[in-house]
Structure formats: structure tokens, C-alpha cells
């Protein structure tokens, strides 16, 4: 079992209690709050109305694609005992009261229903072991371990159960690119992963799985009775299957007696909780105060409790990282000390940040430090909403006294002055349009009009030890004196408004004095090197490959084609390194030559039939099954279209004094190409033929096929296709000068 939780025993009475992260983390919580904690964490409102916003029920997981996420085997034994499959789970036994052989045939007929659902069930692969080293890191620096617990077990650990007997490397996958999409209640956030990161984690927490002992096949009879049992069971009231969510009439919360039902710690009609001692005091101690309604400051220690924000942040004295998992927060800058892999305190941030921008930070993490290997998790608008204008309640400082600096004074240019080397000297520090002048990087000047309070701007520039005793921001002007008394007469408030002013111009700021622009040239030695990140034309499924003759390429993951190739130096790399990482590589060749987009491969029923540009609808058959190594590093591409499967491998060759060249070969190991199958080697506006074997496409290449290719007419360019009868080989030469 991995990583699976159990400090009870996993049987009957003994069962593990509901596991709830932000309980574990705030242990000084009242009774009060930590009762309406659990209350809205077990649902108890999905049966029992009430009035009382803070009780809102978490959503269970949506199962209208059960069937294609989990595997039979797991449903079954789930349903009938939650707690002994997957222990500190917060869903309850709701079928505890039955008598074991009734409850084991409704569980069955339950999963068999819900197998049903979204699609084939997963199907087991074995994970790649590169890939589950890389998973293994990623898992323990980009949060995981946060929440949930590292390889080396710790107790207070979300629990994350059998996962081996749950999933499949592509339904985890799919799962953790966007957790919100099956549990939309947010308490597993959205850690932004792409699907190549989704693919590693998935094959790491999967890396001891072997293939299940039998196939689950879903009977239609054994369907339809749990299609009903799913409804009369109330399995609706917290899941849906593509319907809403139905409430129950039952006794609403605050009519209900709090000995009885499912706080009785007894077995009847009704869902059974394994609470321990305390919780069920919790609980009870809740329901009591129900009179008075939670204050702002309640709500937000509530939400920030529920939705763990706790485990990386601190709030006051609240929260923060624990000793325990402090190794697993890091950073990619040691000049930075803590500040540089430590999450930012969230004392005081309601004051700081400006509305809008807190809201893109919880609705969508929105990041401005790239220094931070933790990642701020996406909760969604749902689960966030009302927190920014809470904070903004709470969180307060008196105005900052200053006078504006107006014309004749230039407030932009001696903005700019007092932030370049010769004045304060920001960016001795600080990026500046992820540009830097120095090995520190810390946050980008340019992100700081756009997020934070002008009002706290002032104060923090003031005395920014009074916000962050740990911080190596300096103080400008110690004792409210300038250190620079010549500029605007040494008025400190002056010469503050000067700098937001110039930053406030955006993208019409200068760039202050001494600033420098080191690229990031990414050299190609004697190995291969794969980069996967955006390239241009490509988006973010792009693999970069630069191959040690010097010709290199960039793959399109998403629709399984050449993105383009080119020859010289490999790529500067500023744009996905630096800053957000959302940038594109950018390609240093100078006789680089594009593909189209679309997928390389498709069924042509009639030699005129148009190459698809649907994508959704091709993109269905088409699946990245990742990539071996030769032995120079050099990747064999691996992926389906339909029942087919392709290996696609690109040899770099260089002959004498001529420029390098690709031998690409294309295989179908497992079984022959469908018949009608085409590949589109290229497409543009002339392609000339020099028999049916060559062809000079546009000026810049040169493509020789190992069977014949025809040439095609498309709206005034032309495309040429290869029919695939078995395995081929296309070579490229690249004949632009450089
Ligand atoms: C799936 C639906 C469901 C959920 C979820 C649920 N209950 Fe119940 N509850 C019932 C049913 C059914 C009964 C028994 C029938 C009745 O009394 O209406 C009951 C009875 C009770 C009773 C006794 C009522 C009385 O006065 O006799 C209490 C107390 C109670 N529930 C509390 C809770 C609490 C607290 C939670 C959350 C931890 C919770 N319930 C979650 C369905 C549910
Ligand atoms: C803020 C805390 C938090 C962080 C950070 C977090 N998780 Fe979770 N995770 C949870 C909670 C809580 C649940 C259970 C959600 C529920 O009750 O619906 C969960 C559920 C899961 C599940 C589903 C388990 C199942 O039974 O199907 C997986 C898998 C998972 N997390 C993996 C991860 C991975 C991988 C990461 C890092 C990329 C991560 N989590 C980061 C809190 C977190
Ligand atoms: C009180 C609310 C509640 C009720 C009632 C409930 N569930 Fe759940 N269920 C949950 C929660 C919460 C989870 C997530 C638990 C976890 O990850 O540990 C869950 C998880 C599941 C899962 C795993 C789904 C996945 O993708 O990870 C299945 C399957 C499931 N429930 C089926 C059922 C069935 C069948 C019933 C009726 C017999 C039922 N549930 C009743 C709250 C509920
Ligand atoms: C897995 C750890 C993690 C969790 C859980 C988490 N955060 Fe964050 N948070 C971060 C990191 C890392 C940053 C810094 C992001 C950046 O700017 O690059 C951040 C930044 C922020 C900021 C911006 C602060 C500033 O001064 O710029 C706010 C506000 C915030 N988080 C609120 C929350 C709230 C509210 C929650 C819970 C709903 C939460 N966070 C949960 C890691 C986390
Ligand atoms: C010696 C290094 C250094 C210098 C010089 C410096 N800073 Fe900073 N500054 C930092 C560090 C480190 C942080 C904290 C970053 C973090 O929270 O991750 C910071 C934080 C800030 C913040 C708060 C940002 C936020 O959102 O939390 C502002 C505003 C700021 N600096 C402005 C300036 C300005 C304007 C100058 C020049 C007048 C300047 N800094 C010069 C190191 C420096």
C-alpha cells in the first residue's frame, strides 16, 4: 500500500477517524470552530438543511467519469467499508447497518453502476522509471507534502489511500491536471501541474503497482439495480452523476438531537462517521452555538482551515510550516535565505494586495515569484469568493501620509533614476521584466503597481522590517532620512511616490540604469538534451531536442508531429526559465523551418479527402505514451493514433563538412498501420518534385522518403503525403544558409 495512512487499526470499531488536514494543523482551534469544520467536511448538510452558511456541505467527488477513473475492484470495496479501504477517508460507511452479505451485494451492484460511467475502464501501464524520478521530486518540492505525506511516512498526513489498486497512470494523470473538474469543494487544489509533471507524479505514487489480478466488467442487470440503490441509498445527496446534487428531507441541523442518529456512535438507517471522542464533541459543541453566526474573522479562520491554507501559510499566529516538513519547502535561490522557498506570510496581506489580484491569486494561483519551488495552488472562484473582501475587512493601516510629486518634477524619470544603480539600486536585487543585474533574483519591480495597496506601498518601503523582520529589503531612509538628499529636495514620501509612479507605467517604463540582460544559451554537448516546455507554434506540450551534431528539433506532444527543426545553436531559454516560466524557448537557428499544425497521421477514405483540421475530434485517438532513450540521450517518441501504435525515432548524422541532417524512422511495433493511413511529411506553398522519392519543400529543406510520396493541391499551397504501408523513413535536410 503506498503512502497510505493507518494509526488505527483498519477493521470495525477501530476504524481511523475522518482525516481533516486543517484540523491537524490549527490544534488550538475552539470547539466551535473545529465542530463547524467537520460538520461542513462530512456533509452533514447534504441531508440535514441548514440555514447556516459555514455548515455548506464539500461536495463528493463528481462520478459521472467514475468508471473511467477508478477501477472496478476498488468501487466495490470502497463502497462497502470506506474506512477500512481507505482509512481517515471523510466519506461514511452508509451502508454500515446492513447485514454483511446485503451489504456487500449492494456495494457490487453500486460499483458496477458507477463502472459504467465516462468511458473504458482504466487500463494498467507500467510507469517509466525516468518518469518516476522525476515524479519523486516534484512531489516532494512543488506542495504535496504540504497536505498529503512524503515518501518517509509522517502522521498528520492527508491520507491518499490504495492508490495503486484506484487508478491508472493515465486516470491519475488526468485526475491531478485538474482535481477541481471531480472535486470541485477545492480541498485538493489545483497545483498547476502540465500533463508531462501530471504524468511523472502519477507514475511516481503508482510506482510499485502491478498489473490488477482480474478485469472488471460491468454486468448491465448488475447496473441498473445499483443505478437505483445509488437514489435510495442517498449516494445523490453528496455525489452527482451528471445530475444535481438532491437534498434529503430530513430533520434540518439545528432541530436535530445531538445523542442520536449519526452522532449515537450506534449502527442504523442513518451514515456511520468513525468520529473519535473529540470530534464528536467538536461536532456537538457546534450544533449548540448555533445561535450566533460566525463573525469575519471566523469565516476566514474557517476557510482557511478547511481549505488547508494553513499548511504553507502562515496567518498571525496561525498556521506555518512544520518542523517535520520544512526539507520539503525549497528554493532555486540560496541568496534569498527563507524568503527565497518559504511561502509569503499572509499577515496583514489584505492590507497589501489589491483586490482584484488577491482574488487571481486564491481563484487561479496566480504567482509572481519564480523562486519558489512550492507552488500557490488554484482553489477556484467557487471556493474562494467571498475571502478577498473578507480580508479587506479585516486588514487595515492608517494612511500613509506623502505629497505627489507632479510636473515639472518628472516623477518617471526620477522614478527611474532612484531605482537604477547609481541611486537605490532596486535591481541589485529585484528583476526587472524578468531581466537582472545580479545573481539575486527576487520579485519583478514590474509586478508590484499591478498587485499591491499604493497605501502599503508607502508603509513597506518605509520600514520593511516592520512587515518581514527576516526580510533583506533595506531601508531607503533610516530615521524617515534620505539616503539620497539631492533628489526631490530628500523628501522621503516624494521620492516613494517617484518609484511607484515610474512602475506604475507598466509596459512604458524605461528600464532603469544598469540593467543587464544575460541570455540563457542552453548548450548541446556530447548527449542529447530534451527540454519539454513551450516552443514556438507549438504551445505547452512542446519537446525541445538538441542533438549534439548541432541540428536540432522541436516535438509537438499534443498532436504528435514535428514542430520545427532547425540547425546551430539550441535554444536561449530566458522565456521559460525566468520569470513565470510562461514564456516560449526561443529558437536560435537561422534557417528554421516549421510544420504545420494538425496531426502528422490520418485515415484518408478517398485520395481527395481533405487532411483533418478538426482537432478535438482527432485529438481523441491520439495519446503521447512518452519517450525512450537511445545511448546518447537521444528520445524514441512513442505514441498512439487509435489502435496503433508508432515509435518515432530521429537519428542526427553529419557527413564531412555538410550541414547535419535527421534520418527519422517511423515504426508500428505492436501491429500494421490501418489501411488508408497517410502521413503529411510537410506542406507549403511549392514543393518540388525530383522523382518520387525527393522533394525540395519551400526553400529551406530537402526531404527524402524510403517509399514513393504523392503531392496534393491545397487552397494555393501544396502538401505532401506519404500512404504508410508498414515501417519508413524520411530524411531532412536542412538547405537555407545560416
Ligand atoms: C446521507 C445522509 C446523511 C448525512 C450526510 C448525515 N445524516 Fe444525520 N441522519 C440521517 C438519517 C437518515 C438519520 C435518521 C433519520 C432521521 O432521524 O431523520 C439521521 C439522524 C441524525 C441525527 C439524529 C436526529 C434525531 O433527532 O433523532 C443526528 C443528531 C444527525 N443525524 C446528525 C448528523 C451529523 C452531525 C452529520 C454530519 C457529521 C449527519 N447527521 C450527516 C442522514 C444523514
Ligand atoms: C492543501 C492541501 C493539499 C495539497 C497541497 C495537495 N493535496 Fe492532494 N488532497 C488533499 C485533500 C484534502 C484530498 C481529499 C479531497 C477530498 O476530500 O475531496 C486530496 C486528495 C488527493 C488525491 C485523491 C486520493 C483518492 O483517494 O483518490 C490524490 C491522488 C492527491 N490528493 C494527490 C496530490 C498530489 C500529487 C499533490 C501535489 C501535486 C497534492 N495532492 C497536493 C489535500 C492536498
Ligand atoms: C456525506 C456525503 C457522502 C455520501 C452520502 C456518500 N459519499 Fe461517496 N464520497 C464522499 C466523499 C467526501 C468522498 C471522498 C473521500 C476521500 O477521498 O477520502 C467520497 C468518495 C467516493 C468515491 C470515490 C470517488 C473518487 O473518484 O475518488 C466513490 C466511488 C463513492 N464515494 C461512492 C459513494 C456511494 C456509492 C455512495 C452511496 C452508497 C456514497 N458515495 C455516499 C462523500 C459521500
Ligand atoms: C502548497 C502550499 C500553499 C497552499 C496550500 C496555499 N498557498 Fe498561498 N501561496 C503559496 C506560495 C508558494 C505563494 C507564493 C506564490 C508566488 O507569488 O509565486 C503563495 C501566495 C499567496 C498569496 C499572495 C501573497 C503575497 O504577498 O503576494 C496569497 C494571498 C495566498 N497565497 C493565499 C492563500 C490562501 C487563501 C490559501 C488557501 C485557500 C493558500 N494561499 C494556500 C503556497 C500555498
Ligand atoms: C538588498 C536587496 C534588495 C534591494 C536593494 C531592494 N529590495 Fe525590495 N525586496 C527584497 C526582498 C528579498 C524582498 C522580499 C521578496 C519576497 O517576499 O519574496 C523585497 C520586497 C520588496 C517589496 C514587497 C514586494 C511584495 O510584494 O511582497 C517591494 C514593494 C520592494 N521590495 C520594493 C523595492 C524597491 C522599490 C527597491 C528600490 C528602491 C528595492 N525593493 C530594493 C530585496 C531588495
Not at 200 to 228: H, T
Not at 336 to 356: F, Y
Request: glycine fraction near 10%; aromatic fraction near 8%.
Amino acid at each position: 500500500m503506498l503512502l497510505a495512512f493507518g494509526l488505527a487499526s483498519l477493521h470495525g470499531a477501530g476504524a481511523a477517524p475522518p482525516f481533516v488536514g486543517g484540523l491537524a494543523r490549527h490544534e488550538k482551534a475552539s470547539p466551535k470552530i473545529s465542530g463547524a469544520v467537520l460538520i461542513n467536511e462530512l456533509g452533514c448538510v447534504a441531508c440535514h438543511a441548514s440555514s447556516r452558511a459555514e455548515f455548506a456541505a464539500k461536495a463528493g467527488p463528481d462520478l459521472s467519469t467514475a468508471g473511467a477513473r477508478v477501477m472496478g475492484g476498488h468501487l466495490q470495496r470502497f463502497i462497502e467499508q470506506p474506512s477500512a479501504a481507505k482509512p481517515g477517508t471523510t466519506m461514511p460507511d452508509v451502508l454500515g447497518h446492513l447485514p454483511a452479505a446485503e451489504r456487500a451485494s449492494t456495494a457490487n451492484a453500486l460499483a458496477h453502476f458507477l463502472a459504467t460511467l465516462g468511458g473504458t475502464s482504466p487500463t494498467f501501464t507500467r510507469p517509466a522509471g525516468e518518469a518516476v524520478e522525476r515524479g519523486r521530486k516534484l512531489y516532494h518540492s512543488v506542495g504535496c507534502a504540504a497536505c498529503h505525506s512524503p515518501e518517509t511516512l509522517l502522521p498528520d498526513s492527508v491520507p491518499l489511500g490504495p492508490l495503486a489498486e484506484k487508478y491508472s497512470v493515465a486516470s491519475l494523470t488526468k485526475f491531478l491536471e485538474d482535481p477541481l473538474a471531480v472535486r470541485p469543494s477545492g480541498r485538493m487544489p489545483d497545483l498547476k501541474l502540465d500533463h508531462f509533471e501530471a504524468v511523472d507524479i502519477a507514475s511516481y505514487l503508482l510506482r510499485d503497482q502491478s498489473a490488477p489480478a482480474r478485469a472488471f466488467a460491468p454486468d448491465p442487470q448488475l447496473a441498473a439495480r445499483g443505478k437505483a440503490l445509488f437514489t435510495q441509498h442517498r449516494c445523490d445527496a453528496c455525489h452527482t452523476v451528471g445530475s444535481s446534487r438532491v437534498t434529503p428531507k430530513l430533520v434540518a441541523l439545528d432541530k436535530v438531537r445531538p445523542e442520536r442518529g449519526c452522532l449515537s456512535g450506534q449502527s442504523g438507517a442513518w451514515p456511520q462517521y468513525p468520529l473519535s471522542d473529540r470530534q464528536r464533541a467538536a461536532v456537538r459543541a457546534s450544533l449548540a452555538a448555533q445561535s450566533e453566526p460566525a463573525s469575519v474573522a471566523e469565516n476566514v479562520e474557517l476557510t482557511l482551515t478547511r481549505l488547508n491554507c494553513i499548511a504553507c501559510h502562515t496567518r498571525g499566529e496561525l498556521g506555518g510550516v512544520p518542523a517535520n516538513r520544512n526539507a520539503h519547502f525549497t528554493g532555486k535561490d540560496e541568496n534569498l535565505g527563507d524568503q527565497g522557498r518559504i511561502p509569503p506570510p499572509l499577515t496583514g496581506v489584505g492590507a497589501k494586495l489589491k483586490r482584484d489580484w488577491f482574488r487571481d491569486v486564491v481563484v487561479n494561483g496566480a504567482s509572481v515569484r519564480p523562486y519558489l519551488n512550492t507552488r500557490m495552488p488554484k482553489f477556484g472562484a467557487a471556493n474562494t469568493e467571498p475571502l478577498a473582501d473578507w480580508f479587506k475587512q479585516l486588514d487595515t493601516l492608517s494612511k500613509a501620509e506623502f505629497t505627489r510629486v507632479r510636473q515639472p518634477e518628472k516623477p518617471h524619470e526620477v522614478g527611474r533614476e532612484l531605482a537604477g544603480s547609481k541611486a537605490f539600486n532596486c535591481i541589485a536585487c529585484h528583476t526587472f521584466r524578468e531581466k537582472s543585474a545580479s545573481p539575486i533574483r527576487a520579485l519583478d519591480l514590474m509586478t508590484m503597481t499591478e498587485r499591491l495597496e499604493e497605501n502599503w506601498f508607502h508603509h513597506y518601503l518605509a520600514n520593511p522590517t516592520r512587515f518581514s523582520p527576516i526580510t533583506i529589503m533595506p531601508s531607503f531612509w533610516p530615521d524617515g532620512k534620505s539616503l539620497l538628499p539631492d533628489i526631490l529636495g530628500g523628501d522621503p514620501g516624494k521620492q516613494r511616490d517617484a518609484l511607484w509612479q515610474y512602475l506604475a507605467r507598466g509596459p512604458e517604463a524605461g528600464e532603469p540604469r544598469g540593467l543587464v540582460l544575460e541570455p540563457l544559451f542552453v548548450a548541446v554537448t556530447n548527449e542529447a538534451i530534451i527540454i519539454r516546455r513551450a516552443f514556438p507554434g507549438i504551445g505547452k506540450r512542446g519537446i525541445g531536442v538538441g542533438y549534439p551534431t548541432g541540428i536540432h528539433l522541436s516535438f509537438d506532444a499534443g498532436q504528435m508531429r514535428l514542430g520545427s527543426m532547425w540547425s546551430g545553436g539550441f535554444i536561449e531559454a530566458s522565456g521559460i526559465w525566468r520569470g513565470q516560466g510562461a514564456g516560449q524557448a526561443h529558437l536560435l537557428g537561422k534557417d528554421t523551418v516549421s510544420f504545420p499544425a494538425g496531426p502528422a497521421f490520418a485515415v484518408l477514405e478517398l485520395p481527395a479527402t481533405a487532411w483533418p483540421t478538426n482537432m478535438a475530434k482527432q485529438a481523441e485517438g491520439l495519446a503521447f505514451k512518452g519517450y525512450s532513450l537511445d545511448a546518447q540521450q537521444r528520445p524514441i517518441f512513442r505514441y498512439e493514433f487509435g489502435e496503433t501504435l508508432v515509435e518515432d525515432a530521429f537519428l542526427d548524422l553529419k557527413r564531412g563538412d555538410a550541414k547535419p541532417h535527421f534520418v527519422r524512422s517511423l515504426k508500428f511495433p505492436q501491429r500494421p498501420p490501418p489501411p488508408r493511413l497517410h502521413f503529411r511529411v510537410a506542406v507549403d506553398k511549392v514543393i518540388e518534385a525530383r522523382g518520387d522519392q525527393e522533394f525540395a519543400v519551400g526553400k529551406g529543406l530537402l526531404v527524402r522518403l524510403s517509399t514513393p510520396g504523392v503531392v496534393r493541391e491545397v487552397d494555393g499551397a501544396k502538401e505532401l503525403l506519404l500512404p504508410v504501408r508498414g515501417a519508413f523513413t524520411v530524411e531532412y535536410h536542412l538547405t537555407a544558409k545560416p
